[in-house]
């Protein structure tokens, strides 16, 4: 395989891993019956301060650091205004994203395009020798190998645990799982704050690793929080399906920059269509939950229509039933 | 275990739910509860099992005063509770379900508990695969997963409400069996319900709430008028049987076939005349809901046709059916039907046709003022609509329903009502067929639709029965049919 592949086929997996990050993030937060909406803004407002910070004392370490808090501060807005305050998550986390990353661009400005700390790539020994897989997977920085290991173990903690179960439980039915003993507010913040944890590492993972640097609104970052969002969704919120989707959004990523050194197809386009692109691999998956599809599918001839159905059911997701829904114990 | 309260009160607002309760359940006996929609059964055993705390009173469990302050409590001390609607987990698996609030260790041992639920599942003579997924399971089976997941977890007071609502008969002689083997085995059951009949067959001693207030305990031998007089403060005449079936056929069925991702129904054929009621029998599940949505223009049949009065309605969507006349009352009540949140106002002003831009508040208010007093709500105009008994809650329903309807359609319309109620409720809409509108309505409870049918048609595994004439048939033809016996 030439190097031209290898090195698209390595940039889609490095790509994936912030969005992959802030994604199973918010699916950790919608488990558990919260929607945080922030993502986008957050995403900027941590990769900012996460190269600031880092910059600044010297330790990309810190800088990481930070960008957690970051996201994990605004999670707790959004908690606690939607828990303890019991006010609109999607008016609260829609306005946050809006103001974080306004912030973050006022903020930023002094530290425009000044040259600043990036993780460095790490081929891992043995492993980066091997033929196609070695170049792909294993000549990256940290956060990619971080990455690897998140996604399965995410997968395990949400399926396989105990701890999982009862999250799985908070956001399906908060009641029974009141009933079995939970106390599901506290489990509400705790995961709104961990899935905002998540989702505020993507930024340094951005600004010190992946897209390294601070260039304020030309960093690209706008944007990318709205889709890992639909990623969510696109993954049924399940970790597996979900890194599945990051790695795809990646791949659009990638094959915008490829076909920008070999076409002449306008670079905005080039940029923007992984968006339309994704949101359109949305409706795919959930159309077939509409009534109208329902009734076209029944007007269908027998094979055709049971191949349709089949397929459709396959694709769909369906969330946590109480997403979105306030709990009281009585 | 031994149970005794002591001048329970408990308040709900201006709503005195418990009214100083004072009784006690002996150990390894079958309590029956009796009351009324409303009567505070429910708040009592919530009670108990730590959802509510009361607020004066003490509960005694084998004559030591506890405090039991969440279900969690409940349970370390040995009682658990099967709520009307199982507290479980739809989209999880039946093995999860069980795990889920378990204490141990991060990584619980399946293997192990998949043993525990096998080992159960035989001994009750339930058939329960771990593997399953519970939204897939019928409401019996899955009371069958909550009451053995709290045996598992070692309860020692079994407490149900209003168990057999939705399970079919099999399924209760099969619930009354296990109930009848674990009371005998040292476990104290306490069995909520509407129904005198399964009370007198199952319990040893029964209480009798009416508002809030324990109205008397009474032990075997059973006197039925005495309970609904307990109950009711009054005697309650089950009404005769009507019919307003005309000869002249309104809506005809050619060769419909229906289908979804797990059940086909092949060419059934059928005419509903003009103020004829409808009843459909058979196991949750079977089919049932399909045929009512088809009814309704939300489900969409794969072939055959629909007419309407003459016209053709095949194909045609909800809001289409509904211009026509058909109104279909589906079984979740607060999802589906109601709007959590409004009030009875608000829910008139909705369902009411309108041709101004504002609403008019004041008409509104005298609207709704006069269909509470004509359907006896317990409530107010401005009472939201989750904060209303179950029972007043299906009576809403029945009041939103427009006048000069052609067809209804109804799934469970009496569940969970007591037996005032339900007589009420039923003389409601028998008067509507004497205008001509016919109803087809689903119920697990065969006496309801042999009482309340002209025809009925039993469900079994996606095969459609021929309609049966409800005054020659009986229960136990038609608890045959719907075990699939005799097809
Ligand atoms: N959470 C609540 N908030 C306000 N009022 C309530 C609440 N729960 C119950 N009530 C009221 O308390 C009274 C007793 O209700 P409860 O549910 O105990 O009745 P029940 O005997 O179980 O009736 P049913 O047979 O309809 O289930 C009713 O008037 C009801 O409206
Ligand atoms: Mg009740």
Known sequence: MDVATLTTLAGIVEYAVPVLFASIGENFTEKAGLINLSVN????????????????????????????VVGAIVAAIVAFSSITLKQSQVAIGFVLALLCRDLA?????????????????????????????????????????????FIIIAYVFMFKTRSGLMLQGIGERPSAAFARGANVKALRYFYTILGGLLIGLAGPMYSLAVKIGWAGQLSGLDGIGWIALAITIFGGWNPLRVAFGAYLFGGLQQ???TLQSTTNIPIQILQAAPFPLMIFTLLLVNVGRAEWVDRELAAMPEKPRI???????????????????????? | MKISFQHINKWFGKVHANNDINFTIPSGTIQGILGENGAGKSTLMKVLTGFYQADSGEIFLDDKAVTISSPEDAVMMGIGMLHQDPLDFPPMKVIDNFLLGTRGGLFPNRKQVEKDITRLSQEFDFQINPDSFVETLTVGERQQLEILRL?????????????????????????????????????????????????????????????????GEVMPPYDTDQFVYMMFGKSVEVADKSTFRSEVPYIKLENISLEDYRLRLRDINLEINCGEVIGLAGMEGSGQRLFLRMLTGLMRPVGGSILYGGHNFTG???????????????????EEGLIPGMTLTEHFILSEEHHEL?????????????RIREFYIKGTPASQIEQLSGGNQQRALLALLRNKLRLILMEHPTRGLDIESAIW???????????????????????????YSDRILVFFGGLVSKPIDADTTTVDELGQLIGGKGW
């Open chain 1, 105 to 149: 661009y006022f903020l930023g400005a002094p530290y425009t395009n000044k040259p600043g700390l990036f993780l460095s790539k790490v081929p891992i020994p043995v492993l980066a020798d091997i033929p196609f897989i070695g170049p792909v997977f294993f000549n990256h920085s940290l956060v990619v190998y971080a990455s690897y290991l």
């Open chain 2, 358 to 370: 504002f609403v008019n508040q004041k008409s509104a208010i005298d609207l709704t003022e006069d």
């Open chain 2, 316 to 334: 045609r969507t909800y809001p289409v059916f509904q211009k026509a006349g058909v109104a279909y009352l589906p079984a979740a009540r607060l």
């Open chain 1, 41 to 68: 803004g957050t995403i900027i407002l941590s990769a900012m301060s996460g190269f600031v910070v880092a910059m600044t004392v010297d330790s990309i370490f810190l800088g990481f650091l930070v960008g957690a």
């Open chain 1, 255 to 257: 094959l915008g920059i």
């Open chain 2, 425 to 451: 409720i039923w003389s409601k809409m028998k008067e509507r067929c004497k205008d001509c509108t016919s109803i087809v309505f689903t119920s697990s409870d065969l006496d309801e639709i042999i009482q």
């Open chain 2, 151 to 215: 045996l598992w977890l070692g309860v020692k007071v079994l407490i149900l409400d209003e168990p057999t609502t939705g399970i079919s008969a099999n399924q209760k002689e099969k619930l009354f069996a296990t109930l009848l083997k674990l009371a005998s085995q040292g476990l104290t059951v306490i069995f909520v319900s509407h129904k005198l009949e399964e009370v007198e067959q199952l319990c040893s001693r029964v209480a009798v709430f009416r508002q809030g207030q324990l109205v």
């Open chain 1, 307 to 330: 191949v349709l159905s089949k397929i459709l059911r396959a694709l769909r997701t369906s969330p946590p039933a109480s997403l979105g829904v306030p709990f009281e114990n009585e």
